[in-house]
């Protein structure tokens, strides 16, 4: 019955153990110095070669589309009707643009 009762008390002591605190008060110096890289970074934004946005760099432009020149993604499969018949117009005028400057650059 004694060694029941020690062992009791033993996981009683080790139960209600609080959380280890510590044993110096942290200076705002320390402090501040632990956060020093937490800051915002400023974000590196670069011109679309084809339709003149600012985009980030390596990553295919959310307005037109392409990406080093060459189209990534399909944007006229997310608008509507009205809105794909006006990009495809637009889309074509531009292409007419690009052949006349290659005749005239012949």
């Not at 020690?6 to 705002?28: G, W, Y």
């Not at 590196?44 to 432009?61: E, F, G, S, T």
């Not at 944007?75 to 005028?93: H, T, V, Y």
């Amino acid at each position: 019955m004694i060694t029941l009762r020690l062992l009791t008390l033993r996981t009683f002591n080790f139960i209600t153990k609080t959380m280890p605190h510590p044993k110096k008060r942290k200076t705002k110096s320390g402090k501040n110095q632990r956060r020093s890289h937490h800051s915002l970074k400023k974000i590196d934004l670069i011109n679309c070669k084809k339709c003149n946005q600012p985009i980030k760099p390596h990553v295919a432009c959310s307005n037109c589309g392409y990406y080093n020149g060459k189209e990534a993604i399909d944007i006229l499969k997310k608008l509507s009707k009205k809105e794909r018949g006006k990009a495809e117009k637009a889309k074509m005028k531009e292409e007419k643009k690009e052949k006349k400057k290659t005749v005239e650059k012949k």
